[in-house]
């Protein structure tokens, strides 16, 4: 429980965890969260992954795990670690590149 | 902490791959964490016995269609839910009430329209008076009048009746 309390509340935190850390990454960010963009794109991306019906493959994906290893033994990390890469890898095409290309064009019009 | 310009438009990509990483990322656990909630609640219990369900059925019509002849149609070798099976033909008696003769009832169909209308013979006994009083030309004057032709309708073998 004292864990949580200690826990880095600042996004930059995530990224050194994840990649070589760049300020250039951490501003773009910053603008992103600031001008309410990035929640914009993420549910714009939401929305088309249920369309195509990758939550629904996902979700089976889950389910089959429940499944397996037993329904009292799920834990959230476990689903988590199991979906990441089949999720990265089984989103479509055409939902990767529209994605893409809007936030090109939003980076680009904010200033770095 | 500027880098040079060739690196801009290399991390730029980069960027917005990352960007795009994060946003899915953040769906993904989204997911796992619904996922793991409907697991823990128990909510999936419905869904998983309706998978079962179809699949179990899925699988007594691939089992019932291989012993039996591949002839007619899967679905009426099935036992259903009681545990019958039911032959293609409905095997059972009865008296029709037209003619009064007793008929099977998988061979009805094609009994009627020959007992009211359909035949030759049918039609010029009785269904030349119910064509005189049904003299508005519907549907029924028009198909008794189709008894000379012997294309009105198909008949199949298992007693269906279907008009062309």
């Known amino acids: ?112 | 902490m500027s880098l040079p310009k060739v690196d801009d438009i290399h991390t730029n990509s980069e960027l917005i791959s990352e960007v795009f990483n994060q946003l899915l990322d953040s769906i993904i656990v989204d997911v796992a964490s619904e996922c793991h909630r409907i697991t823990k609640l128990g909510l999936d219990r419905n869904l998983d016995e309706e998978e079962e369900e179809l699949r179990l059925f899925a699988e007594a019509r691939a089992r019932s269609s291989d012993p039996s002849h591949s002839g007619e149609s899967n679905s009426k070798y099935v036992v259903d839910m009681f545990g019958q099976t039911h032959p293609p033909i409905a095997s059972e008696i009865f008296n029709c009430m037209n003619c009064g003769r007793s008929i099977m009832a998988g061979r009805f169909a094609p009994h009627l329209e020959k007992c009211m209308g359909k035949g030759r013979k049918a039609r010029q006994k009785s269904t030349r008076a119910a064509q005189n009083q049904n003299s508005k030309g519907s549907t029924v004057s028009n198909r008794l009048s189709n008894g000379g032709s012997a294309n009105a309708g198909h008949e199949y073998s298992n007693g269906t009746y279907e008009e062309a």
Request: proline letters at 5%; aromatic letters at 0%.
């Open chain 1, 1 to 112: 429980m004292k864990a949580s309390i200690k826990r880095p509340p600042s996004p930059d935190a995530e990224i050194d965890r994840n990649r070589e850390p760049t300020t250039v990454q951490a501003t773009v960010n910053m603008k992103l969260i600031e001008s309410e963009e990035k929640e914009r794109l993420k549910e714009l991306l939401r929305e088309k992954l249920v369309e195509c019906g990758w939550r629904d493959e996902m979700k089976s994906v889950c389910r089959e795990i429940a499944r397996k290893n037993g329904r009292k033994n799920v834990t959230v990390d476990e689903l988590v670690d199991a979906i990441t890469p089949k999720g990265r890898a089984s989103v479509p095409d055409s939902v990767k590149a529209d994605m893409l290309h809007r936030i090109r064009s939003i980076v680009g019009s904010t200033s770095l």
